[in-house]
């Protein structure tokens, strides 16, 4: 039963934008802090940025800081990660997910979406 549709993925050139949005039911939403991990061909999945339940806190890995930002919107129940100047290391399949803690890591996740591709390339 899939909880958590995800949209927004697709192929764009180097420093392209994109944005990936989550839609989740009001009984995960309001209750989880979200965000998205990814996973590139031979790479253990990584999360690339969250936001508490209260959208007062976020965080990214390294790499992305300052060239993503996430966000929440109570009234549509969805996530979404806003991505620019896109470089070719960011392609791999995103994972929207929800956890009750964003520093529990992935045995932490309690539901994860379907996951959508993101290629940068030329």
């Known amino acids: 039963q899939v909880q958590l549709v995800e949209s927004g993925g697709g192929l764009v050139q180097p420093g392209g934008s994109l944005r990936l949005s989550c839609a989740a039911p009001?009984?995960?939403?309001?209750?989880?802090?979200m965000g998205w991990y990814r996973e590139a061909p031979g790479k253990q999945r990584e999360l690339v940025a969250g936001?508490?339940?209260?959208?007062?806190?976020?965080t990214f890995r390294d790499s992305v800081k300052g060239r993503f930002t996430v966000s929440r919107d109570s009234a549509k129940t969805t996530v979404y990660l806003q991505m620019n100047n896109l470089k070719p290391e960011d392609t791999a399949v995103y994972y929207c997910?929800?956890?009750?803690?964003?520093?529990?890591?992935?045995?932490?996740?309690?539901?994860w979406g379907q996951g959508t591709q993101v290629t940068v390339s030329s």
């Open positions: 936001i508490t339940r209260a959208g007062t806190s976020t």
């Open positions: 009001g009984s995960i939403f309001s209750i989880y802090s």
């Open positions: 997910f929800a956890a009750s803690s964003l520093i529990s890591g992935r045995q932490g996740v309690a539901y």
